[in-house]
């Protein structure tokens, strides 16, 4: 038979992990009209958030001639911890006929615990009229679950801890395009920072407080100095030039902003041709600035002996000089104007125990029988159960019973998001007992299995000392055996069910003569035997059920007795005549057919 390729049509299902009612009422959007999967693939997610997304399908309804009867979805491997789904068809197993609608839909929710990205494995089925039938097919849909970000109004964090150990991204929210900005960092191991971005690897598990001191820094003028001056103050009344100038210069420096704002004027220097003012811490704020020194004169006009420019947006000492001579430096300081201290606790959690796997009663399964395996899970953590590296449907509980051979494993995860995973077992299953069969003849059972323990049973239940191989039966019921190797394997044969009124009594073959056989509408019954006079007789069918019944009293015959049955009743069949009269009891089988 010809196998149809699924990919084509069946890539647009949806991902699920078991059919539950924790995701209810998603939305089907109709302005998609393609065969896909819509949003594909399926939007970010973040670690301990709130995770809500509807999904809608749109399905094939026939491909290479071939109508599509219905599409289902079968599981899923691989979701996320903490993620739940619930399909629009809960009510039909998640049966689609695409016949009547093209369109379904899924909604993704929950709070997901595990961060990456995670390949979810969706197993789906496409039925087709025959002879092509049902075509399964597993489609790969990828999700990613990004890291949570923490902090506050002073850093940021990335991701917000770890298992066991971590390495955290930090990075400083406070900033300035005008003003230094120094950061202190304190991250609670010990370490210590002062980048606006910083890494951290927290190699123990434990609460970390970190802080963060962010100070934003001012310009200010602290010191002005004056080396040099040029003779532009040489010929007023005050310092004349006779044979030469006489007397120095009164000097006074000026600061000005961008604005031409005044921000200072020093004290007078007298008759000074250099000097300084220390200690000013004049602030710098609406740069770019000037400083212009003077010679102060009492009757004629002040003279300028130099202006220079500044831009005053570094702190250092800046040499100022030209004018004709006038020299001098300025040095420029910091001063903090605001400060921010902010903290955040950063947690690394311990992960789980690693989950020791219990496998009862041992490693190895009897054809046709189950082991158990379990953890021990105090702490009430998830759990997924995994066979051959795939995640095993519905498999979430402390103990699951595996009745097929492989390696199991399991993992546990706690609310913090945090994986352990066990190490694996391997369940192999034992060489399968052959058909177990025994011979019946007359009340006789016999099985010819010398090689095992045997079990005779009757209606379900072990007969008490029967273990031999041949047993004789004595009453009506269901009959099997079972057989049990050295291993500890067994095997029952079918059931039988076995009426004793069906026993024929060999020793009394010459005692009784029934005649015609088949009977058809009676039976003529000569019983080869005087002196009898009553007699209780009935004719029951298979299951032991009795049909016809009554009491005969025979005359005193010396050699024969003979009576006669009415069989119109009866329908065609095999059935047992029960003779018995005060002396014995006889069985025989009689068939009806008509």
Partial sequence: MKRFLLTAFL?????????????????????????????????????????????????????????????????????????????????????????????????????????????????????????????????????????????????????????????????????SATNPVTYNWDFGNGNTGTQISETQTYTDSGNYEVTLQTEILGFILTDIAVNSVNNNWCGDVEEPNIFGCQGDPDLVAVITDAGGNTLYTSPELTDQNSGSWNGLNIALSNPPYSITIWDIDVISANDNLGSFAFNGNAAGNFPYNGAGGTSGSLNIGTTILSTFNDTSIIHISNSPVIPVISISPNDSICFGDSVSLSISNSNGDAVQWIQNGLEIINGTNNQISVTETGAFAVTVINTDGCASYSDSVIITELPALPAINFQISNDTLTAFLTQYNLQ???????????????????????????????????????????????????????????????????????????????????????????????????????????????????????????????????????????
Avoid at 21 to 36: M, V
Avoid at 60 to 89: A, R
Avoid at 93 to 115: A, E, F, M, N, R
Avoid at 562 to 577: A, E, H, M, P, R
């Fill in 11 to 175: 890539f647009n299902l949806i991902f699920t992990t078991e059919i539950s009612a924790q995701c209810p009422g998603c939305l089907i959007n109709t302005g998609f009209t393609s065969p896909g999967i819509y949003p594909n693939p399926l939007p970010d997610g973040t670690q301990g958030q709130p995770y809500d997304q509807d999904v809608t399908f749109v399905m094939f309804t026939d491909t290479s001639g071939f109508t599509v009867n219905y599409f289902k979805i079968l599981g899923v491997n691989n979701l996320p911890f903490g993620l739940n789904w619930q399909c629009n068809s809960t009510g039909n197993g998640c049966q689609y006929d695409p016949q009547v609608s093209i369109y379904g839909c899924v909604k993704v929710c929950g709070i997901p615990l595990q961060t990456g990205t995670f390949t979810v494995a969706v197993n789906v089925v496409a039925n087709f009229p025959f002879p092509v039938g049902d075509q399964y097919s597993t489609i790969d849909i990828v999700v990613t679950i990004l890291p949570a970000s923490g902090g506050n109004s002073g850093f940021s964090y990335t991701p917000l801890g770890g298992c066991d150990s971590a390495t955290i991204d930090f990075l400083a929210l406070i900033t």
């Fill in 456 to 594: 005779w049973c009757l209606n379900g239940l072990p007969i008490s000392g029967a273990t031999s191989s041949v047993y004789v039966y004595t009453q009506t019921g269901d009959y099997y055996l079972i057989a049990i190797d050295e291993l500890g394997c067994q095997r029952s044969s079918d059931t039988f069910h076995l009426n004793f009124d069906f026993i024929i009594n060999e020793d009394d073959e010459n005692e009784l003569s029934i005649y015609p056989v088949p009977a058809q509408d009676f039976i003529h019954v000569e019983l080869i035997e005087g002196n009898i006079e009553n007699l209780k007789v009935s004719i029951n069918d298979i299951s032991g059920k009795k049909i016809i019944a009554y009491d005969i009293k025979m005359a005193t015959v010396m050699k024969k007795n003979v009576f006669t049955i009415d069989t119109k009743i009866l329908t065609n069949g095999i059935y047992s005549l029960k003779i018995q009269s005060d002396k014995k009891v006889i069985n025989r089988k009689i068939i009806v057919q008509r």
